[in-house]
C-alpha cells in the first residue's frame, strides 16, 4: 500500500512542477510519476527532507527538485511554454 501513495504523491509534485514552470502541457500521467520521484530524490539530496511529509517524500524539496528537473528537461529537448 505505501508504494501506491509514492506513486500518487509523486504524481501529484510532477504535476505541480508541471504547472508551476507551465511545461507540463505535454507530460502524461507517467511522466508526471517520474518527474516527481526523480524530482523529490534531486530536491532531499541537494535541500535535506525539511517541511511536511507524505509517503515518505518532503513535499516541498520536492517540488523544488520537480520543477528543476522539468526546466532541465525542457532545455534539453527544446520543449516550449504552454499557455
Not at 509523486?10 to 518527474?35: E, F
Not at 532531499?44 to 532541465?72: D, N, R, Y
Amino acid at each position: 500500500m505505501h508504494w501506491l501513495w509514492v506513486l500518487i504523491v509523486g504524481g501529484l509534485i510532477g504535476l505541480v512542477a508541471g504547472a508551476i514552470t507551465h511545461r507540463g502541457g505535454a507530460m502524461g500521467v507517467i511522466a508526471n510519476i517520474i518527474a516527481g520521484l526523480v524530482g523529490s530524490t534531486i530536491g532531499e539530496a541537494i535541500l535535506g527532507s525539511w517541511g511536511p511529509q507524505v509517503a515518505g517524500m518532503a513535499i516541498i524539496p520536492s517540488v523544488i527538485g520537480a520543477v528543476i528537473l522539468v526546466l532541465v528537461i525542457s532545455l534539453i529537448f527544446g520543449i516550449k511554454r504552454t499557455n
